[in-house]
C-alpha cells in the first residue's frame, strides 16, 4: 500500500467524522478541493468536482447549516442524519480512496467511513436529544455551532492535513465511546 493509498484513506475517515456533525459540509469542502485542484478524486467520483455540484453541495449547506437552528427541525434532522451519515460517510470515502481494488475500496468505505460517520451521527443525535431534555431546547442553538464548527474544522483539516484527521478522527471515536460508557453506567 502506497503512500497515495494510506492518504485517501486518512482524508477518507477524517471527512467521515465531519459527515457525522453536518452531513453536507464535508461534501462541499470535498468538492471545493476537487473544483479547485486540491484534491484529486477517483475517476468515476470526478462530477463532485464540477461547478454545479459545488453549488447545489453549497446551497446545500447552508439550508442544512441553519435548519439545525430552527428548533423541532433540528431533532427531526437528527432522526434522519444517522442513515444519511452513513450513506455520505460512504461515499466520501469511496470518492476519495486511490489505489485499491473495488472490493477492498467498498468494504473500507462502508466500514470505515459510513460507520464512523454513523456512529458520530448517533452521538451528535443523543447530545442533542440531551441539551433538548435538559434545558428545554435552549441550548441547542449552541450545540449546533459547536458541531458546525467542528464539522467544518475536522473537513478542512482532512483535505490539508489528513494524518492528523485520522488521530483526530480516532479521539472523537474515544470521546464518544467515553460518553457512551457513562451514559450506559448511569442509565443502568
Do not use: H, Q
Amino acid at each position: 500500500m502506497g503512500a497515495e493509498t494510506v492518504i485517501s484513506i486518512c482524508l477518507g475517515i477524517g471527512l467521515a467524522a465531519s459527515v457525522g456533525f453536518r452531513v453536507f459540509v464535508p461534501l462541499f469542502v470535498l468538492s471545493l478541493a476537487s473544483y479547485t485542484g486540491v484534491w484529486e478524486l477517483n475517476e468515476s467520483w470526478e462530477w463532485v468536482g464540477s461547478l454545479t455540484a459545488l453549488l447545489i453541495l453549497g446551497v446545500a449547506t447552508i439550508v442544512e447549516i441553519f435548519a439545525y437552528y430552527i428548533p423541532y427541525v433540528d431533532n427531526v434532522l437528527d432522526s434522519i442524519a444517522i442513515p444519511l451519515a452513513g450513506i455520505a460517510g460512504t461515499a466520501v470515502m469511496v470518492s476519495t480512496v486511490a489505489d485499491l481494488s473495488p472490493v477492498v475500496t467498498w468494504a473500507l468505505a462502508i466500514i470505515a467511513g459510513g460507520g464512523t460517520a454513523a456512529a458520530v451521527a448517533s452521538s451528535s443525535g443523543i447530545t442533542r436529544l440531551a441539551s433538548t431534555t435538559t434545558t428545554g431546547g435552549i441550548a441547542n442553538p449552541v450545540v449546533s455551532t459547536v458541531e458546525t464548527i467542528t464539522s467544518i474544522a475536522m473537513s478542512m483539516i482532512s483535505v490539508f492535513l489528513p494524518y492528523v484527521a485520522i488521530v483526530l478522527a480516532i479521539l472523537i471515536l474515544y470521546v464518544i465511546f467515553r460518553i457512551y460508557r457513562k451514559f450506559k453506567s448511569s442509565s443502568a
